[in-house]
């Protein structure tokens, strides 16, 4: 059915529809009560769920966008209803006619200092309305910051996976949901979110807008998590004007980063004109500060199985119409890795990789790059697992780190998140961290990450994906030795940008 012929609750006629994401439809319609034009948000509910939790999901959507409802500032993008149609909740928002942020920069590039500032302060004043409430937005990025032409006013949109304080939320407890290169490393660490994660998503939408591109913008979302959790954060020199603002607001120890009247009072005060202090475009004090690469291993990790399974876009920040998808070409047929030097040949011009890595063509059809010299074996149960080895010894006789790919010859009807985490069978000590589900290109996507005793009782931690292509399905994973989950990261990383499934 076209939008045209649709009324909603007996009032919203559906004109035409305005975008399309992972967790619903924003349509302009016509509000045939009130004679005006709204925006009406048709909120997707995941199709593997039973019918008790398709209410629990509704009821938690529809307490979300009352709540969301009670933020009335002029930078917020106001809720004016919320209805239920088919089953389904509906939000009636205020139509805002301009481009987001995202465009502006796609179509102009950066924007100028004064105005990164005036935009600022317009995000910044929308979240202290909504923290003023107990909400936390949880996904301020370039997509979700909308410019008003007419007005000549910034607003923030989209408070689709926000929290409220005391009720549980439409993310369900191990999920994750948002833009990695805009998310707080608290949130990737899987620790408690609180005003000061959205102060951070502040600080790198700032940095995008002042540059251009994101400053954590990478080749895949292994390197994404990496960058944010791990990386120094070095500021372009496009950023200079606004350095001190954004260097404090990117502290990773959320407890040290400014409060919002500091933040509103710099950047009113750069809008004077007022001399600001210069400091160098390196990390802020407290970037060098590293968490334990095993306290990533059970929020990061999944971030990575997960762009295995949907194909995520690193720079999906730009807006549906801007994100692509990265995956190097068949290479020819081979059973040993290529030599790194020699393996932008063969992949895709946008992968390079990293020194010691190279990329194999399986005979099962798939391919991906793995360290150089690594062993492959074949699972002798069934023949449908395929290993690949870090080198094999007498005290490693599985190697120390394994990349695994199972190829199953059909799609089961059983749930994904029920296929993905093993269970204890095969795996003592096994503890699972996941499992974890991520809405990818508008559907689920399963993910589970665990730790176990592997050889003489060592900890391993291991992170499965599983997804389907072609009437097939794929399960990859990737373990390692706990306390190496940084190496883990990358060889994961390298895995999901290059895995290509079999024809």
Same mark, same amino acid.
């Given at each position: 059915?076209?939008?045209?012929?649709?009324?909603?609750?007996?009032?919203?006629?559906?004109?035409?529809?305005?975008?399309?994401?992972?967790?619903?439809?924003?349509?302009?319609?016509?509000?045939?009560?009130?004679?005006?034009?709204?925006? /009406?948000?048709?909120?997707?509910?995941?199709?593997?769920?039973?019918?008790?939790?398709?209410?629990?999901?509704?009821?938690?959507?529809?307490?979300?966008?009352?709540?969301?409802? !009670?933020?009335?500032?002029?930078?917020?993008?106001?809720?004016?209803?919320? /209805?239920?149609?088919?089953?389904?909740?509906?939000? /009636?928002?205020?139509?805002?006619?301009?481009?987001?942020?995202?465009? !502006?920069?796609?179509?102009?590039?950066?924007?100028?200092?004064?105005?990164?500032?005036?935009?600022?302060?317009?995000?910044?004043?929308?979240?202290?309305?909504?923290?003023?409430?107990?909400?936390?937005?949880?996904?301020?990025?370039?997509?979700?910051?909308?410019?008003?032409?007419?007005?000549?006013?910034?607003?923030? +949109?989209?408070?689709?996976?926000?929290?409220?304080?005391?009720?549980? +939320?439409?993310?369900?407890?191990?999920?994750?949901?948002?833009?990695?290169?805009?998310?707080?490393?608290?949130?990737?660490?899987?620790?408690?979110?609180?005003?000061?994660?959205?102060?951070?998503? =502040?600080?790198?939408?700032?940095?995008?807008?002042?540059?251009?591109?994101?400053?954590?913008? #990478?080749?895949?979302?292994?390197?994404? =998590?990496?960058?944010?959790?791990?990386?120094?954060?070095?500021?372009?020199?496009?950023?200079? %004007?606004?350095?001190?603002? /954004?260097?404090?607001?990117?502290?990773?120890? %959320?407890?040290?980063?400014?409060? %919002?009247?500091?933040?509103?009072?710099?950047?009113?005060?750069?809008?004077?004109?007022?001399?600001?202090?210069?400091?160098?475009?390196?990390?802020?004090? $407290?970037?060098?500060?590293? !968490?334990?690469?095993?306290?990533?291993?059970?929020?990061?990790?999944?971030?990575?199985?997960?762009?295995?399974?949907?194909?995520?876009?690193?720079?999906?920040?730009?807006?549906?119409?801007?994100?692509?998808?990265?995956?190097?070409?068949?290479?020819?047929? $081979?059973?040993?890795?290529?030599?790194?030097?020699?393996?932008?040949?063969?992949?895709?011009? $946008?992968?390079?990789?990293?020194?010691?890595?190279?990329?194999?063509?399986?005979? #099962?059809?798939?391919?991906?790059?793995?360290? +150089?010299?690594?062993?492959?074996?074949?699972?002798?149960?069934?023949?449908?697992?395929?290993?690949?080895?870090?080198?094999?010894?007498?005290?490693?006789?599985?190697?120390?780190?394994? =990349?695994?790919?199972?190829?199953?010859?059909?799609?089961?009807? =059983?749930?994904?998140?029920?296929?993905?985490?093993?269970?204890?069978?095969?795996?003592?000590?096994?503890?699972?961290?996941?499992?974890? +589900?991520?809405?990818?290109?508008?559907?689920?996507?399963?993910?589970?990450?665990?730790?176990?005793?592997?050889?003489?009782?060592?900890?391993?931690? $291991?992170?499965?994906?599983?997804?389907?292509?072609?009437? #097939?399905?794929?399960?990859?994973?990737?373990?390692?030795?706990?306390?190496?989950?940084?190496?883990?990261?990358?060889?994961?990383?390298?895995?999901?940008?290059?895995?290509?499934?079999?024809?």
């Amino acid at each position: 059915m076209s939008g045209t012929e649709r009324v909603v609750a007996g009032r919203y006629r559906l004109l035409a529809q305005l975008g399309r994401g992972g967790m619903g439809t924003v349509w302009r319609a016509e509000d045939e009560l009130l004679g005006r034009q709204v925006a /009406v948000k048709e909120v997707h509910l995941r199709g593997d769920l039973s019918e008790a939790e398709r209410l629990e999901q509704r009821a938690r959507t529809l307490r979300e966008a009352r709540a969301v409802a !009670r933020v009335a500032h002029a930078s917020v993008v106001g809720v004016h209803d919320v /209805v239920e149609e088919d089953g389904r909740p509906w939000i /009636v928002m205020e139509l805002v006619d301009g481009a987001s942020l995202a465009a !502006r920069i796609a179509a102009g590039g950066p924007l100028p200092a004064a105005e990164c500032a005036r935009m600022g302060l317009a995000v910044l004043d929308a979240l202290t309305a909504a923290h003023a409430l107990g909400i936390l937005h949880r996904d301020v990025k370039p997509a979700n910051v909308l410019w008003e032409r007419a007005k000549d006013r910034w607003v923030l +949109t989209d408070f689709g996976i926000a929290q409220v304080d005391g009720a549980a +939320t439409l993310t369900e407890e191990g999920a994750f949901l948002g833009s990695p290169e805009f998310t707080a490393p608290e949130r990737l660490h899987g620790e408690h979110a609180g005003p000061a994660s959205d102060l951070w998503s =502040v600080g790198a939408l700032l940095a995008a807008a002042l540059d251009g591109k994101s400053l954590f913008q #990478r080749t895949s979302v292994t390197a994404v =998590v990496h960058a944010v959790a791990y990386g120094e954060i070095t500021l372009p020199e496009r950023a200079r %004007p606004l350095a001190h603002v /954004v260097l404090p607001l990117l502290e990773r120890d %959320p407890a040290r980063r400014p409060d %919002p009247a500091w933040v509103r009072g710099q950047l009113e005060a750069f809008l004077r004109g007022e001399p600001d202090v210069t400091l160098p475009l390196g990390p802020p004090p $407290s970037s060098s500060r590293r !968490r334990s690469p095993a306290v990533l291993a059970g929020a990061a990790l999944f971030v990575v199985a997960a762009g295995v399974a949907g194909g995520l876009a690193v720079n999906a920040w730009l807006g549906p119409s801007h994100a692509t998808a990265s995956t190097a070409p068949p290479a020819s047929p $081979s059973l040993s890795p290529s030599p790194s030097g020699s393996a932008s040949a063969s992949a895709s011009a $946008s992968v390079t990789l990293p020194a010691g890595f190279g990329l194999v063509r399986d005979p #099962r059809g798939f391919q991906l790059a793995v360290p +150089t010299g690594w062993d492959r074996s074949v699972d002798s149960t069934d023949g449908s697992r395929v290993y690949y080895n870090s080198p094999l010894s007498a005290t490693e006789p599985e190697g120390l780190y394994r =990349v695994g790919v199972r190829v199953q010859q059909s799609v089961s009807a =059983v749930s994904p998140l029920a296929q993905v985490c093993p269970g204890a069978k095969g795996y003592p000590g096994y503890r699972q961290i996941g499992p974890t +589900t991520m809405l990818l290109r508008g559907g689920p996507v399963a993910t589970c990450s665990f730790t176990w005793d592997g050889t003489n009782g060592r900890a391993r931690v $291991s992170d499965l994906a599983l997804w389907t292509s072609g009437g #097939r399905t794929y399960t990859l994973w990737a373990s390692g030795p706990r306390g190496q989950e940084e190496r883990l990261l990358q060889i994961a990383g390298v895995a999901e940008q290059t895995f290509t499934p079999g024809a």
